[in-house]
């Protein structure tokens, strides 16, 4: 058995682990387009990046000058930004702290050097000198605590409930990502750069080639079961060990149905056809399932009968509707 304030942790730690990573990435990709782009184009997908993260609201509420500087000094190193990259590893790290018994402690170490090493006085410098080794290290840091998981982390409930949240936080993601990039009638994002940010660059061409159709490419990142950062994909790993985990924690159970609920949408669903009729309102429903999701776990998992405790969370992809 697994106590649920442990449960909650490795659940939360598995959503901040995601974000932290693909936060990066998208930074990362953004800010290599911009060295190409004029100013007024590299402020626009800047901007639709805060879109696709849920932090417009988040970016205009702090001041921060409207500007790439800005955006990426928000999204990146702002310990005000609870969804900031800095925020998200401060949070993994002190989640990982509270279940040290549970964890590898190669796993904790790898979280701990991450987390000192973008804490120091001079850690953020490179950030508009040397930006891009900056990155690959927080890339490095994230994937070498995903590679620990797979292969030194016990298949219990703990690891379930990782799995799960980061399975939740990816299928947002990717979910955000196609909403507002492939609707977006201005074509800040193009093709390239979307699959860039979340992965699946290789994948697609690989499946596709060159074929952008905004359709093709919409209905690609939500159903191939092959790529692990497809909608489906995620939900397919998630919906798995929250079938495992019926018995031990029998209140997980209220979110199958809404986990099978949206897998049924893409498995067995006219995908292609609700994106040429409707894009918007559909991917907005799936991306709302999806949060739903994630919002359901977390209320009946670990403290059924009562709302939530907030101590290991923070901002959610996807709860500012836009």
């Not at 590898?104 to 891009?132: D, I, K, T, Y």
């Amino acid at each position: 058995m697994i106590l649920a304030r442990h449960a909650e942790a490795l659940f939360w730690a598995g959503r901040q682990l995601e974000r932290a990573e693909h936060v990066t990435r998208a930074v990362d990709v953004t800010s290599r387009n911009a060295m190409h782009h004029p100013q007024n184009r590299a402020l626009a997908e800047w901007l639709l990046l805060l879109d696709a993260l849920g932090l417009s609201k988040q970016f205009k509420d702090a001041g921060a000058p409207m500007q790439s500087r800005g955006v990426i000094e928000f999204l990146f190193a702002a310990p005000e930004n609870p969804g900031s990259v800095v925020s998200a590893v401060h949070q993994l790290r002190e989640n990982f702290r509270t279940v040290r018994d549970r964890v590898p402690v190669e796993l904790w170490e790898e979280a701990n050097r991450l987390h000192l090493s973008l804490s120091g006085v001079h850690a953020m410098a490179p950030l508009h000198v040397e930006p891009f080794e900056l990155f690959s290290s927080v890339r490095r840091g994230c994937q070498a605590m995903t590679g620990v998981v797979a292969e030194a982390m016990p298949r219990d409930e703990g690891y379930a409930f990782f799995v799960i949240g980061r399975m939740v936080e990816r299928s947002i993601m990717t979910c955000r990502m196609v909403r507002f990039g492939v609707l977006d009638e201005h074509h800040v994002f193009d093709a390239s750069t979307l699959l860039r940010m979340v992965s699946s660059l290789q994948a697609y061409r690989r499946s596709e080639g060159y074929d952008d159709d905004p359709v093709s490419l919409a209905a690609f990142l939500l159903t191939a079961e092959a790529v692990p950062r497809s909608v489906l994909s995620c939900l397919q790993q998630a919906d798995g060990r929250l079938e495992s985990l019926l018995v031990q924690a029998p209140g997980i159970a209220p979110a199958r149905p809404v986990a099978g609920r949206v897998r049924s949408m893409l498995e067995f669903g006219d995908v292609d056809g609700e994106l040429e009729s409707d894009p918007a309102s559909y991917l907005l429903q799936i991306e709302s399932e999806l949060v739903q999701l994630g919002q359901v776990i977390a209320s009946h998992a670990f403290y059924p009968g009562h709302a939530p405790l907030l101590h290991a969370q923070f901002v959610l992809p996807g709860s500012e509707r836009s």
